[in-house]
């Protein structure tokens, strides 16, 4: 089954998150390492920019969504690359992500 | 710029989802209306399966992205369908989602 794997960061009062970091040197290596695996299909790097009522902030600051064939895919592109990932995040952020692994039931 | 829309649903204890209607009737409907609008480019809808930690469950039920050319194509396309579309939610949910806009940076 199709699956993505989200990680969304927490609009938390007073977190670092440093955007330009995430966006032009963790998530292009993050990118690097995962796409090269067989079984990565896409992805997605975006930044929160409002909630859903007017003038509220977005829940989350920013977002990443990893399309994968399949959750075993994902963990066996992921794994090799673990130590270097999550010990980068220490460089743009303070926040600690939701992590979320979902089914997709349509995509168009 | 591009965006994302996504629509959350928190998965509460106690709660209601029909994920069967969601996926057969609701979001089939939605889709129809909303992929008219020329500032469409893509939807996913997914269902959570899991957690980041082992044996953990998904933060969000289901999970739903919309991509458009704009927030104002967005809210143009779902604008006048709103009535209809947020008046069945209770046919399938009494969870209130959280909604949130983005701006897709990385897309592959």
Same mark, same amino acid.
């Given at each position: ?5 989200? *990680?969304?960061?927490?609009?938390? =009062?007073? =977190?670092?998150?440093?955007? @330009? ?7 292009? @290596? ?9 079984? &990565? @299909? ?35 592109? &992921?794994?090799?690359? =673990? ?11 303070? *926040? ?9 039931? *349509?995509?168009?």
């Amino acid at each position: 089954m199709a699956v993505r794997i989200s *990680i969304l960061y927490p609009n938390r =009062a007073g =977190a670092r998150f440093d955007l @330009r970091y995430y966006v032009e040197t963790h998530m292009p @290596r993050s990118i690097e390492l995962l796409s090269a695996h067989p079984g &990565f @299909r896409n992805v997605s790097v975006e930044r929160g920019v409002a909630g859903g009522e007017p003038g509220s902030q977005s829940a989350y600051v920013a977002i990443c969504h990893y399309g994968f064939e399949s959750v075993e895919d994902f963990i066996a592109a &992921f794994m090799p690359h =673990a130590a270097e990932l999550q010990g980068d995040m220490r460089n743009y952020t303070d *926040i600690t992500p939701v992590i979320q692994f979902n089914e997709v039931l *349509i995509a168009k």
